[in-house]
């Protein structure tokens, strides 16, 4: 399926009321005529690269002839620049499996593709992470919903941990996780297919043995993945501010954000905020207070 709504009968209709034959528009999108044949017919479904072509040879505007919900994420950007995903890697100079990867929610770009695919989407660097943070199930950054909102569902949770639990270092991809929780677990207990539909929203449902495995293959405690608990927003405040440490205790500091939505802060995490900070001040000598 595009990422965009598509209606065979529309471009139909609206190829006929442009006196267009079928052959015609094949020939201005660069496809067959039976191609477009079966487009129309409900059939097949156009590559999502291919709409804004058909739009244009249409005369009609992208957002009108093939609507989308939502904000984009990175399959949208992609093909709304009318590039394939070979197109997209030729231009990192890469295989397709990092644009795959971060289009599938599966692992982030690296920050050297940012630049040069916003420049190729005709987007800024800020739309294309906002698209990306869409594609890892994730609100826009700096959108209402996502600061009004915190990760609630497992998957939601494994995506927020990957996201800001991994700054400057490789996060875990579904088959390491999945590996993980096997082991943790002892027995075959999810896949990597698995750890994908939790993450993708396809399904919500993870047994106790699996969250027990996500928890120690996130390096977080285990509270978190209860259902009654969720990344309290004062706490996700905390983590934005201390995405720079990577991996310095970020066990400890997730594993402390699995709390109520309504008690704030805990005794024990401003404990161990205060501990942290004096790691830091012996770790980074050269930061002083109020600096």
Request: proline share 5%; hydrophobic share 40%.
């Amino acid at each position: 399926m595009p990422p965009r709504q598509f209606d065979g009968s529309r471009v139909r209709a609206v190829r006929r009321g442009k006196d267009l034959h079928q052959k015609e528009l094949a020939a201005m999108v660069g496809v067959s005529a039976p191609t477009v044949a079966r487009w129309e017919s409900g059939q097949d479904f156009p590559k999502g690269e291919k709409l804004p072509a058909i739009a244009a040879a249409l005369g009609q505007p992208l957002d009108v002839l093939f609507p989308h919900d939502g904000p984009p994420d990175l399959q949208l950007l992609r093909c709304d620049a009318g590039l394939s995903m070979a197109q997209a890697a030729a231009i990192i100079d890469a295989s397709r499996v990092p644009v795959s990867n971060a289009e599938s929610g599966r692992r982030r770009l690296s920050d050297a593709y940012v630049q040069p695919l916003a420049q190729a989407y005709g987007v800024t660097e800020e739309e294309l992470l906002a698209a990306q943070d869409c594609s890892f199930g994730l609100h826009p950054r700096g959108s209402r919903d996502e600061q009004a909102s915190a990760p609630r569902t497992v998957g939601e949770k494994i995506n927020y941990l990957l996201q800001h639990g991994y700054v400057g270092q490789e996060a875990p991809s579904d088959a390491e996780i999945a590996r993980i929780v096997n082991e943790h677990a002892g027995m075959a207990a999810v896949t990597a297919d698995g750890i994908a539909a939790l993450r993708a929203g396809a399904t919500t449902e993870a047994s106790d043995v699996v969250r027990a495995g996500l928890a120690q293959a996130l390096q977080v405690d285990a509270a978190l993945f209860q259902d009654d608990a969720e990344v309290d927003p004062a706490a996700r405040e905390f983590l934005e501010a201390l995405r720079f440490l990577g991996s310095i205790h970020r066990g400890q500091i997730l594993g402390l954000a699995a709390r109520g939505s309504s008690r704030g802060l805990s005794a024990e995490m401003m404990a161990h905020i205060n501990e942290l900070v004096g790691e830091l001040k012996h770790k980074l000598p050269e930061v002083q207070d109020g600096e």
